[in-house]
């Protein structure tokens, strides 16, 4: 039994005994009965803000489970180019990097997109955040266009 139908029961039987004291003519016991039925009133309102705040912190605990499942899956490297990236823990060859731009503001897995330029070199461009990352032998240009 859940605290919600055993606050409903107490609050059934609690009507029942302002029923039969309304026949009494003890105006003590009348008012001890006004008073249980308020609070059994109050306790209910109460319980249901604590479940609805129970809710909110429940969902944090999954956001925070999932985040933490990302973080994980994924790691930094900063040995292949000057400038490091993240990459799923699964891609061992390392050949699909992760937007840090997104993955550190945001929390997304974007994956970039690979250019290689006329110039020689090699570069990078996330479709979300639109960060051009052009690497040039060991140095490395970093260009946010937004």
Known sequence: MDIFTSINTALGIAKELKK??????????????SDLLSEMADIKVECASLK???????????????QLTVKESVEYDDKRYKYGFYYS??????NQPYCPRCYEKDKE??????HKPKH??????CIQCKAHFTIESVSMHL???R
């Open 109 to 114: 897995l974007i994956h970039l997109i690979s």
């Open 143 to 145: 260009n946010i266009g």
């Open 89 to 94: 823990k699964e891609d061992a060859e390392k």
């Open 120 to 125: 020689g070199g090699h570069s990078f461009e």
């Open 52 to 66: 609805t705040e129970s809710i909110k912190y429940e969902e944090r605990i999954v956001e925070l489970q999932k």
């Open 20 to 33: 039969w004291s309304d026949t009494i003519q003890n105006l003590e016991v009348k008012m001890m009965v």
